[in-house]
Structure formats: structure tokens, C-alpha cells
């Protein structure tokens, strides 16, 4: 996938959570912005075995960059679905008793409740953006393995 397709991926995921606001007259009214991720340089939310940042939070998403070394151990989560791109590197994503080898431009599906894990492979950077709905809350988080 060449970088231009990532780009337009990225911008119709962003698109498509706007869009699922139906009933703006019950929830907060948010902004339209724009963030470059080359820009972002603090990482306050702390997840073990990851630096975060939310980028965008609406009332039914959240979109959050993760600098993921050496990643997540195995967890689930009861109310949130997470939709996870990967900007760079590599790692290995278990969904379930699965595991694959995920690399840029990798798109994952993480059902609540699915136990999942997803670890850097090998050296140099491993960037994921992660987009969750409802916004991820940090006490939802259920660890799996110590």
C-alpha cells in the first residue's frame, strides 16, 4: 500500500467516526481540527508498556497515538471496540488464542471483551494509532497476564 492510499485510509476512518454522531443536541459539541503527528511530542496517558496521547475525543470515539515499547500485554476490554492502525515498525498481535505478525499499514479489529495483546518485533520504531468507541477509559482496561 503506497503512502498516498495510508493517508486517505486514515482520513476516512477520521470521516466515517464524525459521521456516526447522530444526536448532537444531547452531547457536547466538539471542533473540527487538524493534528500532525510529526508535531506530537507528549505522551500523558500511561499505559503500561506504552507512551499514549489522545489526539481527538468525541462523545463516541477517541483517537490515541501510541509509541508501543514493548507494548501491551495480554488484556481485554468490556466496553470499548479499538480499531488499530500501525504507522511503523512491526510486532505481533495475539487476538485470542491467534497470533500474527502485523507491520505498517496493518489495519486490526479488536472486539470488547476479546482478550488481545500486541507487542513490538525487532528494533527501530513501533507507532500505532488506535481508535476506540466509545473513548477508551483507562479503569477499563482488564489484565490478563502479570
Known amino acids: 500500500m503506497r503512502i498516498g492510499h495510508q493517508k486517505w485510509l486514515l482520513i476516512g476512518l477520521i470521516f466515517i467516526i464524525g459521521c456516526s454522531v447522530s444526536d448532537t443536541s444531547a452531547q457536547t459539541a466538539f471542533q473540527p481540527a487538524v493534528k ?3 508535531q506530537i511530542h507528549e505522551f500523558p496517558i500511561n ?29 481485554k476490554h468490556e466496553v470499548s471496540d479499538h480499531f488499530v492502525y500501525i504507522l511503523k515498525g512491526r510486532g505481533e498481535v495475539r487476538l485470542g488464542d491467534k497470533k500474527e505478525t502485523i507491520t505498517v499499514g496493518d489495519l486490526i479489529l479488536i472486539p470488547k471483551g476479546l482478550p488481545h495483546s500486541i507487542l513490538k518485533a525487532g528494533d527501530g520504531e513501533f507507532v500505532l494509532l488506535a481508535i476506540s468507541s466509545p473513548p477508551l477509559d483507562l479503569s477499563d482496561f482488564r489484565w490478563l497476564e502479570k
Open 47 to 75: 499505559i503500561p508498556g506504552i507512551r499514549a496521547a489522545r489526539l481527538f475525543k468525541t462523545p463516541t470515539a477517541d483517537m490515541i497515538l501510541t509509541h508501543g515499547d514493548p507494548g501491551t500485554k495480554l488484556h
Open 36 to 38: 500532525h503527528l510529526n
